[in-house]
């Protein structure tokens, strides 16, 4: 269970989102991430997007976390992909203001002529 003064001790501001605690494990079954023999659920994370439909998710056994920057990362990277109307993909680890690519039947098999690894790197 979250607790409220959990993240405030690592971070001094507000969390600008909500916080919940799945007591009886409904959504946990829900996603099938609830682990009846525990009793727990596995840390799930779900992108979903307005329409309502899953992008992406994360699925991990209890003793690892998830990584909150990357699914910033993969959030804003949905959001350009959405506001371009699928005219702008993003590669592997593609971040903000980085280049993007032109999907197309061209960029099949040809995506490393169009992007080098080491730009995600790139600061």
């Known amino acids: 269970m979250w607790n409220e003064h ?3 001790k690592m971070i001094n501001k507000d ?3 909500p916080m919940l605690a799945d007591q009886d494990g409904s959504i946990g079954k ?3 991430i609830y ?3 525990s009793g727990v659920e ?3 994370r779900f992108i979903i997007d307005p329409d309502g439909v899953i992008q992406g ?3 991990l056994t209890p003793p690892v976390g998830r990584n909150v920057g990357e699914t910033i990362r993969q959030i804003k990277a949905f959001q350009l992909v959405r506001e371009s109307g699928g ?3 993003t ?3 593609w971040k903000p203001g980085k280049k993007t690519l032109k999907p197309g039947p061209g960029l099949v098999g040809n995506v490393w002529k169009e992007w080098k690894v080491n730009e995600a790197f790139e600061d």
């Open 91 to 93: 590669p592997s680890g």
């Open 15 to 17: 969390i600008p989102f």
């Open 6 to 8: 959990e993240l405030s």
């Open 35 to 37: 682990d009846e023999d």
């Open 57 to 59: 998710f994360e699925v």
């Open 30 to 32: 829900a996603y099938d």
């Open 87 to 89: 005219t702008e993909a």
């Open 42 to 44: 596995t840390r799930g």
